[in-house]
């Protein structure tokens, strides 16, 4: 069992920049593959990223490939998202989820409540 929390959402104006962190409970984060997805108002949710349980491996959705980044700290049980050269079409509910899957597709089991980021034109 694996609960997540992210934090680190808020307003923000076109081109600017945010952090989001996600932090696990659990002995056991360094053996899941950590993911970020996001759901706008009257849309599905939609794959962000994802990083493979060493961080070894990234994957990213090509609307936000080369200005969004994914890490973890497995020895702080976080995983971060970092986001540039934001635009209004990033805003949304940002979700972090974790999948015990070893390599992809991941298949996301756990799930943190999600943190709003608005981003204004």
């Known amino acids: 069992q694996v609960q997540l929390v992210e934090s680190g959402g808020g307003l923000v104006q076109a081109g600017g920049s945010l952090r989001l962190s996600c932090a696990a409970s659990g002995r056991t984060f360094s053996s899941y593959a950590m993911g970020w997805f996001r759901q706008a108002p009257g849309k599905e949710r939609e794959f962000v990223a994802a990083i493979s349980w060493s961080g070894g491996n990234t994957y990213y959705a090509d609307s936000v490939k080369g200005r969004f980044t994914i890490s973890r700290d497995n020895a702080k049980n976080t995983v971060y998202l970092q986001m540039n050269s934001l635009k209004p079409e990033d805003t949304a509910v940002y979700y972090c989820?974790?999948?015990?899957?070893?390599?992809?597709?991941?298949?996301?089991?756990?799930w943190g409540q999600g943190t709003q980021v608005t981003v204004s034109s």
């Open positions: 989820a974790a999948s015990p899957d070893y390599d992809p597709p991941y298949e996301f089991d756990y």
